[in-house]
Each structure stands twice: as structure tokens, then as C-alpha cells.
């Protein structure tokens, strides 16, 4: 996660969320429960910031099930828009993950 970033960003816990309608045709492919506000405790898993003003512009939440599975949710910081969603078991290693897209990708590196 930037560092410089992090002076700027404050989550919005517990702060009502909109979501678009690509968000919602996720949710319910998906089986994911929309979220009326964001949850008061949540992992933020990786924001997204401008370079330019080293604001928060996106992050990406997840929120844990009792099921084996994680919700995952992005939400832009403008307007606090939910633009999508997806579920992943606990054991899904990101396989896939692109971890040249992060500062630190040794961090990021699939087990």
C-alpha cells in the first residue's frame, strides 16, 4: 500500500453506499448481499491513488463470510460507488494476480 496515500485516506466506515447498476447485476450473479452502508469492519485489501494529489480515489474491501468464502468489493471514493463485486474462497491463492500493477510486488507474490 502507498505510503504517501495513507495520510489522505480515510475509510467510510459505516457511511451509505451507492451501488451502479454493473454492481448490482454482480451481486446478484454472484450471490453477494448488497451492502446499504460500508461495514464497520472490513479488510482493505488495496486502494488505488493519484499521483497527482496522492488522494484515495479507489479501494478494494473484503469482508469475511462464515463460510469459507470472502466478499470482495470495489468502492470509489467519489460518491462512495460500489462499481463491483466477486466472491473468493480463503484458500485462493491469486494464482493469476498481476504483481508488476503493485509498488512492492515481492509483497503481493502468489505462495
Known amino acids: 500500500m502507498p505510503k504517501r496515500g495513507l495520510r489522505n485516506f480515510l475509510a467510510p466506515l459505516g457511511k451509505p453506499v ?6 448490482r447485476q454482480q451481486a446478484e450473479q454472484k450471490g453477494v448481499n448488497q451492502l446499504f452502508q460500508m461495514p464497520k ?3 482493505i485489501v488495496e486502494i488505488e491513488v493519484n499521483p497527482d494529489t496522492a488522494m484515495v480515489e479507489k479501494w478494494v474491501i473484503r ?3 462464515h463460510d469459507g468464502f470472502h466478499v470482495y468489493v470495489v468502492v470509489y471514493n467519489e460518491g462512495f460507488r460500489v462499481v463491483t463485486c466477486w466472491i473468493n474462497a480463503l484458500d ?3 494464482a493469476t494476480l498481476k504483481v508488476e500493477n503493485y509498488n512492492h510486488p515481492q509483497e503481493f507474490a502468489p505462495a
Open 63 to 65: 469482508v469475511k463470510r
Open 92 to 94: 485462493d491463492y491469486h
Open 18 to 23: 451507492a451501488w451502479t447498476y454493473h454492481a
Open 41 to 43: 469492519f472490513a479488510d
